[in-house]
């Protein structure tokens, strides 16, 4: 899976899931927004998902908001 940074750019394959991982909710849904425009423009639409959670390892962790798209061929 491949991981977004606000730095690099995502290259959004149909099929391919994109992993979002982010230390704010804000943030992470404007990379989804982001990536959401970038595929209609190339055509796809999203499938089911794309939900934010807050991930953490364990509790010594600090965590972060991560979420996984998946973008189809319409």
Known sequence: ??????DAPVT??????IKIEADTRA????Q???L???AAEAGLTEAAGGFIEYCK???LDKGK????VTFNKL
Do not use: L, V, W
């Not at 959004?12 to 899931?17: F, L, R, S, V, W």
């Open 57 to 59: 390892q364990d509790y």
């Open 32 to 34: 989804i927004a982001d």
């Open 27 to 30: 943030d992470a849904a404007a």
């Open 12 to 17: 959004i394959e149909a099929g391919k899931p």
């Open 65 to 68: 908001f991560c979420a996984t």
């Open 36 to 38: 959401r425009k970038q």
């Open 1 to 6: 899976m491949s991981k977004t940074k606000t």
